[in-house]
């Protein structure tokens, strides 16, 4: 007979196992890589605690040509996916990008650990999210305790930007800080990668996948337990009637992959910013023929290159008028 110890409670494939016993089991994202310079971007990188209350900290990364140069850069502040359930900003797969993305970019990026599901439910992680970048905000006027964002960042130019739940992370804060009036940064823009939104009423495609669908409403309620549903505005802020009125940038990049299933809610996230009352510029790339975070899985692959050198651009574009800039292509095959 299987003991009480082995019972599987919850079976949270494919991020864990919670157990009768209370034991918690994560099926991947558990490895961790430590700080440095890494030889082949010349990234450095260092690791800082934002809130001893909650014990997490956040991984810094700045290029090697930044001690030489006066120029303060702009500040990408970076949100880790794993369905609010795995990974962390200490992973090799994270770790890795952000060298990476900091190498090609040619910024400051902060990267955000935050207390995950089951043991600490949603709220927590857009709770600590925003601890983390009150934390960061802290810098502006270079007396902040890491010296690093004191002398490197310019506080003028800061992006939000995470992969799946890091996106959704993004979109939330990005509204946060209009709401509660964030002092000390310019938010130009956010960058959405693969975001998980979801919604009680199926989206393009998605209504051929009833199997796909359910599987992502319990995934959101592993994440959320009191939730009040798919529909509740923490996963379904873009039927909101006040979607886009409180997005505090002026700039959004959002990346979609052809064969991932959330694909067809990046572009009615565009869509539907778009058409709302925010009056920003817009971005959308589809990589053809690649699946969910398909860049973190095959970095060197050639649309995981591309998306690279796009994302790197779009932090570094000069800002133009809007009917100059504006860049939004039609979705005609979405279903709304």
Not at 30 to 55: C, F, M, R
Not at 147 to 155: A, I, R, S
Not at 224 to 247: A, C, E, H
Request: glycine share 8%; charged share 20%.
């Amino acid at each position: 007979m299987e003991s009480a110890a082995s019972e599987i409670l919850i079976d949270g494939v494919p991020f864990f196992r919670l157990y009768k016993d209370g034991r918690i089991k994560r099926l991947s994202g558990t490895e961790n890589v430590p700080p440095g310079l890494d030889p082949k971007t010349n990234v450095e990188s260092k690791d800082l605690l934002y809130s001893q209350e909650i014990a997490q900290s956040v991984r810094i990364y700045v290029p090697g040509t930044v001690v030489t140069s006066a120029q303060k850069l702009p500040l990408l502040v970076y949100f880790h996916g794993g369905g609010f359930c795995i990974e962390s900003a200490f992973s090799p797969t994270y770790h890795n990008y952000l060298n990476a993305l900091v190498a090609e970019a040619k910024i400051v990026a902060v990267s955000v650990n935050y207390r995950r599901s089951p043991e600490h439910p949603l709220p927590a992680a857009y709770d600590d999210s925003w601890t983390a970048l009150k934390w960061v905000a802290s810098h502006y006027v270079g007396t902040g305790p890491e010296q690093w964002l004191n002398h490197y960042v310019d506080f003028e130019n800061v992006y939000l930007s995470g992969d799946s739940a890091g996106a959704n992370i993004s979109h939330h804060l990005a509204v946060k800080i209009t709401n509660e009036k964030l002092d000390g940064m310019n938010l130009v823009g956010i960058i959405l990668t693969h975001p998980f939104f979801w919604g009680k009423e199926p989206v393009g495609d998605e209504v051929k996948k009833p199997a796909i669908r359910a599987k992502m409403d319990g995934i959101w309620r592993l994440a959320y337990p009191t939730t009040s549903g798919s529909d509740d505005p923490w996963i379904n802020p873009i039927d909101d009637q006040s979607f886009g009125r409180f997005l505090g940038c002026k700039r959004v990049l959002v990346c979609v992959a052809e064969k991932d299933v959330m694909r067809h809610r990046g572009w009615y996230y565009c869509e539907k910013l778009k058409n709302s009352e925010w009056g920003g510029e817009v971005e959308m790339i589809e990589a053809q023929g690649d699946d969910h975070v398909f860049h973190l899985n095959k970095p060197n692959c050639p649309n995981a290159v591309a998306m690279l050198k796009q994302v790197a651009e779009f932090i570094n574009q000069e800002q133009v008028a809007d009917n100059q800039n504006y860049k939004f292509q039609a979705a005609d095959e979405l279903s709304i």
